[in-house]
């Protein structure tokens, strides 16, 4: 049997540089066009797509092709922020405001912050962007007494948890963190750049200091781009 390796290598190689010039969902060849094309056989294509579908950059669907796909970044499940989190991948992150404005604590949002109706809170909805690519939208409610002014701060260059650290002296002790499945809402998916109906996961924090519950986020991620990853402990 003649050692395909270097062919291997080199069709590797050739599809990865065709992925990278082709937008996410774009058709790559054929296993067969693949082999014809190269002069590999069979197998060694189907090995070079299998290799790429393992690393996130291919799909197949079964009767349809192979198509174009980005890895699914893994988020900790820790007490880190959006920044600290991209930052750790490789990736630059960067933010869009998409609102900001003061409120006071309904019914709902009285029982989350443990305070009473009516206790004035801070509002900041942001699109987080990592490397220049929409990744979050993330809806943030913060206890006003514990972060004045922060509605002047200037949340698109910075991050809320350097912020927070800096300038009000806030390190997040404790949280909980839930993570649900839904259907983006028509607007998320314009602004997510997703089809109409495509999945997202949301992740609700809350982050406390000190005993005081702070921080309240709902984070809308694209389903098909993430997985979340957590150290599970053993039971004791
Ligand atoms: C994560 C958390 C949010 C938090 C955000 C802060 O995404 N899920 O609850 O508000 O980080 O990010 P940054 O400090 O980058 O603004």
């Given amino acids: 049997m003649t050692d395909e390796r270097p062919k291997y290598q080199r069709l590797v190689d050739h599809l990865r540089s065709l992925i990278a010039d082709l937008p996410v969902g774009a058709a790559v060849p054929s296993e067969r066009a693949l082999a014809d094309d190269s002069g590999v056989s069979r197998m060694t294509a189907r090995k070079a797509l299998a290799a790429l579908e393992r690393e996130g950059l291919l799909r197949r ?24 989190d991209m930052r750790a991948r490789g990736l630059e992150p960067s933010s869009r405001l998409l609102g900001r404005s003061a409120l006071a604590a309904d019914a709902e949002l009285a029982v989350v912050f443990d305070v009473a109706v009516g206790e004035p809170l801070v509002r900041i909805d942001r699109l987080r962007l990592a490397d220049g690519t929409p990744f979050a939208i993330e809806r943030t409610t913060l206890l006003d007494r514990a972060v004045p002014g922060i509605l002047d701060v200037d949340l ?60 309240h986020t709902v984070s809308t991620y694209p389903g098909a781009r993430f997985e979340l990853s957590a150290s599970i402990a053993p039971v004791t």
């Fill in 61 to 84: 669907e079964v009767g349809r092709g192979t198509f174009v796909s980005r890895p699914a970044v893994s988020l900790p499940l820790m007490l880190t922020s959006f920044t600290e």
């Fill in 156 to 215: 698109v260059a910075a991050s809320l948890y350097d912020v927070l650290e800096r300038e009000h002296g806030i390190h997040f002790d404790a949280g909980r963190q839930s993570i649900r499945a839904a259907i983006a809402r028509p607007d998320d998916a314009t602004t997510l750049e997703l089809a109409p109906g495509d999945a997202v996961l949301e992740l609700v924090r809350t982050s406390i200091a000190g005993g005081t519950v702070i921080e």
